[in-house]
């Protein structure tokens, strides 16, 4: 089985890719040669049991997708993108990346042709809701997103069923929750307060709080993050039928309890470093983001969420602090 | 007050320039100036109190949406579309025309700049609905398309309410029913038959039914679609929020009540020639379609139904046979 990965050099991607190269196997196959691609190379993985290409560029310039098809890979996992923040302040970026990028890719699997047919694991994101909603939105409630990239990642949802519908592809969208506690540098993301009010506690330095206590939100590991993809790489997707995409499990909570969360296990001097500085604007785009969901379908199709978020906390611990 | 109308050869768009002509005004403001746009030349108007300009080519191609509204348009009407068959026929055709020619449009606006945001009514679709859903869909009800041309008006959809909220643009989306009765020849989409079984029994000629009497389906008549369109032209979109696209009032009723209206107003003789010639095709798209809503949004900001199908038939035959 031929893997190719897109936004393998992100913090989701690398996990993955590393995850690939420990079991040797995707579902009951083997796997038998990778293709890892983002916008800067992806590290080249020092022992693998298979050949390993890496590839750095724009994916979305003509041509590039058909060279990263050009091998056939069986299953291609899309995770690259311009992330909220900054799709939002470059609206020209964000178009081009998460909508023509997703498109082209599409369309050279599309004009392949001759029965040519992968899996395709679309990421999606849960800012394809926007408010107002019911406090637990369930799998029928509409895509009525309020940040551009929400509106791109809806399109690719839109594609991706079509292309799937009409026998290009064989799709799947998973509509990840904010992957939390997110290890290394901050990113553009306007959800990274989210995690930087662990992590950087966790560092022993100070992290700014720019909403209130009371804000709710929808949030999975990242060890959680590379079960969904490897789940929706092997799941039989005739389960699905014409619906693609799908919302995935995760755990609601509010601030106040990620922090009381994070007092519980690293104590009060810890949490004590978390700042209160409020900002308008963020606090102006989060209350525009979904709080809980009811994800059925996900669930009954074999999804799982972390178990709480001490949980998230201690996973992010034992993988990022412990090594 | 300067209109443009995109598809203004089209039998909608025909229907609303005639009712705009004979005005003079929109709203509460005089007209001043029209251009008329569609694949083919739309009729230059004989009798016109203001300039009107007429253009015909592919809105799609470099270039022209940038001299569509080279004239700053305060309104927009943009009707211009591959229907549902064709686009399912032709991939290439659907998606260059239903998506990138709309996103083309949406991005010539977007690119003027200095304040200028005019009024887009854009004509999105009930096939922007796909089953399974429940008797009578919501207006927040999921959009799952079973269609290409359903899949790109819902991805018009989300670009609308996207330009609108980053203040490109002040757009509405208009989910009109299915157009019955459709004067003229038939055109190429999926759901022609449903004007097809009342048209040509009226004019004495046999039609074709290929789905059961069962089916039950949404429909406007020609005159509410154009009521439709002035009312989204003239709404306070303010009272929209973010949510720019509504689902319109129509009539629910199935084939069999379609073909009885027909008998109790144009009798068993030219219901009978009515020939019933099953399409497995056929059925199955059409079983992917909504049958039924509660457009309660639309409903509260103005839109209104036909009384019931007898006025819809009613209606064309005033409109079509009496002139």
Do not use: C
């Amino acid at each position: 089985m031929h893997i190719l990965v897109l936004g393998a050099a992100g913090m989701v991607g690398r996990k993955l890719v590393e995850r690939l190269l420990s079991d040797g196997r995707l579902g009951t196959s083997d796997i038998t040669r990778m293709t890892l691609h983002d916008v800067v190379a992806p590290k080249q993985p020092e022992k693998a049991g298979f050949p390993v290409e890496t590839m750095a560029g724009d994916f979305a310039l003509p041509g590039v997708a058909e060279k990263l098809i050009a091998g056939r890979p069986d299953v291609i996992f899309h995770l690259a993108a311009i992330v909220s923040g900054e799709a939002e302040l470059d609206f020209d970026k964000g178009y081009r990346i998460n909508l023509d990028g997703t498109r082209m890719l599409f369309d050279a699997i599309r004009l392949v042709g001759g029965g040519y047919k992968p899996r395709v694991v679309f990421t999606s994101s849960i800012a394809v809701f926007g408010a107002p909603f019911p406090d637990a939105i369930s799998d029928e409630f509409f895509n009525t997103p309020l940040l551009s990239y929400g509106t791109q990642k809806a399109i690719g949802e839109l594609l991706l069923a079509d292309y799937t519908r009409r026998g290009f592809m064989d799709g799947v969208g998973i509509r990840l929750p904010t992957i939390n506690i997110r290890p290394g540098l901050p990113n553009k993301a306007a959800s990274g307060f989210f995690s930087g009010i662990l992590r950087e506690p966790l560092a022993g330095k100070e992290a700014i709080l720019p909403v209130g206590d009371d804000v709710r939100h929808w949030h999975a590991s990242p060890r959680a993050a590379v079960e969904f993809l490897l789940r929706a790489a092997e799941l039989d997707l005739s389960l699905l039928g014409a619906r693609r995409s799908l919302t995935l499990p995760g755990v609601s909570v509010t601030v106040g309890e990620q922090i009381e969360a994070l007092r519980a296990i690293a104590g009060d001097k810890t949490a004590s470093l978390i700042r209160r500085q409020p900002d308008e604007t963020i606090a102006r785009i989060v209350a525009g983001w979904a709080r809980d969901f009811d994800p059925a379908r996900a669930k009954s199709l074999g999804f799982r969420a972390d178990a709480n978020f001490s949980a998230i906390i201690n996973a992010y611990i034992e993988d990022e602090l412990k090594t």
